[in-house]
């Protein structure tokens, strides 16, 4: 039994000196089933793939929305985040995705669209940029106490944002609603929610703005700042017009 467990113990060894890791970075060369990847300290890194590697593409802000990719869709010029086990200098993906505006861009270069050469240099410049969220504007909605209806003045204020974020490529708003201090805390946490549901649905149905777009509320219960007892300005919803400053880079 003692030689059994240590053949067993023999055995595990390969497995746990593998380390699970992650890179992101730009794809520079693919050969074969090996990838060679710059990250953005300007590391290179290779990567190997195998018949077990899964590829996913992305959409939307946090990438919650994901479709089924095939190795054929990587290509030079295209950044992808890779998840797998380091081993050594050895670096084997079990799972690669990629944002589906990132690979439009790099179709655009391997189709001929721009010089191949200016596209791929102007996307490794900015990839410490993809992922990287700059609000262009910030709204405060607020409500009466234990209310989720919108203020007339908010509408207004809403219908305006929404008509900005309809003239900005490759917008994205995000919501977070927040509430007073009077109340249990499980109430204030379904009321913040429904207050970043109201807004959202005034922003698509009233202001125009796509579904996918506009991302689901996040209910934070009471504002940090809220004090003790009624304070207004903490009943709110904050509202952001963001976009990926990467993405923006590519648009210029």
């Known amino acids: 039994m003692l030689i059994a467990a240590f053949?067993?113990?023999?055995?595990?060894?390969?497995?746990?000196?593998?380390?699970?890791?992650?890179?992101?970075g730009l794809i520079t060369a693919i050969q074969g089933d090996?990838?060679?990847?710059?990250?953005?300290?300007?590391?290179?890194?290779t990567i190997t793939v195998s018949s077990d590697t899964?590829?996913?593409?992305?959409?939307?802000?946090?990438?919650?929305?994901?479709?089924?990719?095939?190795?054929t869709s990587l290509m030079p010029g295209l950044p992808i985040i890779a998840d797998g086990m380091a081993d050594g200098g050895n670096f084997t993906a079990s799972a690669i995705s990629f944002k589906s505006e990132d690979f439009r861009t790099a179709q655009q270069v391997q189709a001929g669209v721009a010089p191949t050469s200016t596209r791929v240099d102007d996307?490794?410049?900015?990839?410490?940029?993809?992922?990287?969220?700059e609000a262009l504007e910030v709204l405060d909605v607020h409500f009466a106490s234990g209310k989720t209806a919108l203020s007339a003045k908010d509408k207004a204020a809403l219908s305006a944002f929404a008509e900005k974020a309809k003239a900005t490529n490759g917008y994205h708003v995000v919501?977070?609603?927040?509430?007073?201090?009077?109340?249990?805390?499980a109430?204030?946490?379904?009321l913040s929610t429904m207050r970043a549901a109201s807004v959202a649905n005034y922003l698509q149905q009233t202001g125009g703005l796509m579904?996918?777009?506009?991302?689901?509320?996040?209910?934070?219960?009471?504002?940090?700042?809220?004090?003790?007892?009624?304070?207004?300005?903490?009943?709110?919803?904050?509202v952001k017009l963001v976009v990926d400053k990467g993405v923006q880079a590519g648009n210029k």
């Open 123 to 133: 996307m490794g410049k900015r990839m410490d940029d993809f992922g990287t969220y």
């Open 54 to 71: 899964t590829y996913k593409k992305t959409k939307g802000l946090t990438g919650a929305i994901s479709e089924k990719a095939a190795f």
């Open 211 to 238: 579904p996918g777009k506009v991302h689901a509320g996040d209910g934070m219960g009471v504002a940090a700042d809220a004090g003790s007892g009624s304070n207004a300005n903490a009943r709110k919803v904050t």
């Open 187 to 190: 109430a204030n946490q379904r």
């Open 7 to 24: 053949v067993a113990i023999l055995a595990m060894l390969p497995a746990l000196a593998a380390d699970k890791s992650t890179i992101r």
């Open 34 to 45: 090996t990838l060679t990847v710059k990250d953005g300290n300007n590391v290179e890194h």
């Open 175 to 185: 919501l977070q609603g927040f509430t007073d201090s009077v109340g249990n805390a």
